[in-house]
């Protein structure tokens, strides 16, 4: 009678922990699926980029290369690392790099997320900027051509050019000459910018053997990258401030015997990617410091600049400068 008894209570217990056991199950409602959490957007295939000069624009649409799991709204924000290479606008996943004219590499960071917490992913990539070629050389009948071949590279003020004055100034007679702006001898030709506010640079080539008879002749230069804010045909010296740009010429003395000067606000030059040239008449120069126009002998002839600045800076690339038939 015991040994039955207890037999029940054993199966009893069995049967209930079979219950406990089933009734654990059913309140279990998982269907065995993986929890799936929240992925950050992911970059891929980014690579570096070499642009040839006179690109302009280039367009990189950041949609190619960021993938979210989710399939979440993601926004964009870069950091440019050098301004002088390139400049950078943003508009959605759309990125459009600018030229400015200078050779180099910068550095760009790509942040991408899609608004989660701690969903902020970044990358970088290189943008580099081939260096600008001078132009072709002058092949025509040149009386003095100047075309910064086998020059060292750098900036004048650190390696003066042979037969040239670079001198710069304030407008109150402040000589300061490598603080302001650049001129730079690059692949043998010149780039020269101009954005120091109040000042101006003067640059001139003198004849070894003096004066010369250029009469019938132009003056004739190349240039490329052309930027430049609204020239007003006013001088440094003027009342009104001005921003300008001439050539000239004169004779050794200083107007022993006469010279002329030609405005850049006359020339209607437009920016341009390639190589372009300018040749004018001497014969239609202007008076320069009241002396006749005559070019019957020159001694000097040279490049004034004046009135560019931070904001608005005078930018271009010069070469075969000089006199020819």
Same mark, same amino acid.
Not at 5 to 22: A, E
Not at 132 to 154: C, Q, R
Not at 171 to 194: M, Q, R
Not at 208 to 221: I, M, S, V, Y
């Given at each position: 009678?015991?040994?039955?008894?207890?037999?029940? /209570?054993?199966?009893?217990?069995?049967?209930?922990?079979?219950?406990?056991?089933?009734?654990?199950?059913? %309140?279990? @409602?998982?269907?065995?699926?993986?929890?799936?959490?929240?992925?950050?957007?992911?970059?891929?295939?980014?690579?570096?980029?070499?642009?040839?000069?006179?690109? *302009?624009?280039?367009?990189?649409?950041?949609?190619?290369?960021? !993938? =979210?799991?989710?399939?979440?709204?993601?926004?964009?924000?870069?950091?440019?690392?050098? *301004?002088?290479?390139?400049?950078?606008?943003?508009?959605?996943?759309?990125?459009?790099?600018?030229?400015?004219?200078?050779?180099?590499?910068?550095?760009?960071?790509?942040?991408?997320? @899609?608004?989660? =917490?701690?969903?902020?992913?970044?990358?970088?990539?290189?943008?580099?900027? $081939?260096?600008?070629?001078?132009?072709? %050389?002058?092949?025509? &009948?040149?009386?003095?051509?100047? @075309?910064? &071949?086998?020059?060292?590279?750098?900036?004048?003020?650190?390696? !003066?050019?042979?037969?040239?004055? #670079?001198?710069?100034?304030?407008? =109150?007679?402040?000589?300061?000459?490598?603080?302001?702006?650049?001129?730079?001898?690059?692949?043998?030709?010149?780039?020269?910018?101009?954005?120091?506010?109040?000042?101006?640079?003067?640059?001139?080539?003198?004849?070894?053997?003096?004066?010369? @008879?250029?009469?019938?002749?132009? #003056?004739?230069? %190349? /240039?490329?990258?052309?930027?430049?804010?609204?020239?007003?045909?006013?001088?440094?010296?003027?009342?009104?401030?001005?921003?300008?740009?001439?050539?000239? /010429?004169?004779?050794?003395?200083?107007?022993?015997?006469?010279?002329?000067?030609?405005? #850049?606000?006359?020339?209607?030059? $437009?920016?341009?990617?390639?190589?372009?040239?300018?040749?004018?008449?001497?014969?239609?120069?202007?008076?320069?410091?009241?002396?006749?126009?005559?070019?019957?002998?020159?001694?000097?002839?040279?490049?004034?600049?004046?009135?560019?600045?931070?904001?608005?800076?005078?930018?271009?690339?010069?070469?075969?400068?000089?006199?020819? =038939?």
């Amino acid at each position: 009678m015991k040994t039955n008894q207890y037999l029940n /209570y054993i199966g009893g217990l069995l049967l209930s922990l079979s219950l406990l056991l089933l009734a654990a199950c059913g %309140d279990d @409602d998982s269907s065995g699926a993986p929890v799936v959490i929240n992925q950050p957007p992911v970059i891929s295939g980014l690579s570096d980029i070499t642009l040839s000069p006179g690109f *302009e624009t280039y367009e990189l649409d950041f949609a190619n290369y960021v !993938s =979210d799991q989710e399939g979440e709204i993601i926004t964009y924000s870069i950091v440019n690392s050098d *301004e002088t290479v390139v400049t950078l606008n943003l508009a959605g996943s759309l990125l459009t790099i600018t030229e400015v004219g200078n050779p180099g590499s910068s550095s760009i960071t790509v942040t991408a997320t @899609d608004g989660q =917490d701690n969903h902020e992913v970044s990358e970088n990539f290189t943008v580099t900027v $081939e260096a600008i070629s001078g132009a072709a %050389d002058y092949t025509g &009948n040149a009386a003095v051509m100047f @075309d910064f &071949n086998g020059l060292t590279e750098g900036s004048i003020f650190d390696n !003066s050019l042979p037969g040239w004055l #670079f001198e710069g100034s304030t407008a =109150d007679g402040e000589y300061n000459a490598a603080e302001i702006g650049s001129i730079v001898v690059e692949n043998d030709h010149l780039s020269i910018i101009h954005n120091v506010d109040s000042t101006y640079i003067w640059s001139e080539m003198v004849f070894e053997d003096g004066n010369q @008879d250029f009469t019938g002749k132009k #003056f004739r230069f %190349d /240039y490329r990258f052309y930027t430049v804010p609204n020239l007003n045909d006013m001088h440094w010296e003027d009342e009104t401030p001005g921003v300008d740009m001439q050539i000239y /010429y004169i004779d050794a003395g200083w107007g022993d015997v006469g010279g002329g000067q030609y405005r #850049f606000s006359a020339m209607d030059l $437009e920016y341009s990617d390639d190589w372009q040239s300018v040749e004018i008449p001497l014969s239609e120069f202007e008076s320069l410091w009241e002396n006749p126009v005559d070019a019957s002998a020159v001694g000097i002839i040279g490049l004034e600049i004046w009135g560019g600045t931070a904001s608005a800076p005078i930018s271009f690339r010069i070469d075969n400068f000089g006199i020819v =038939d």
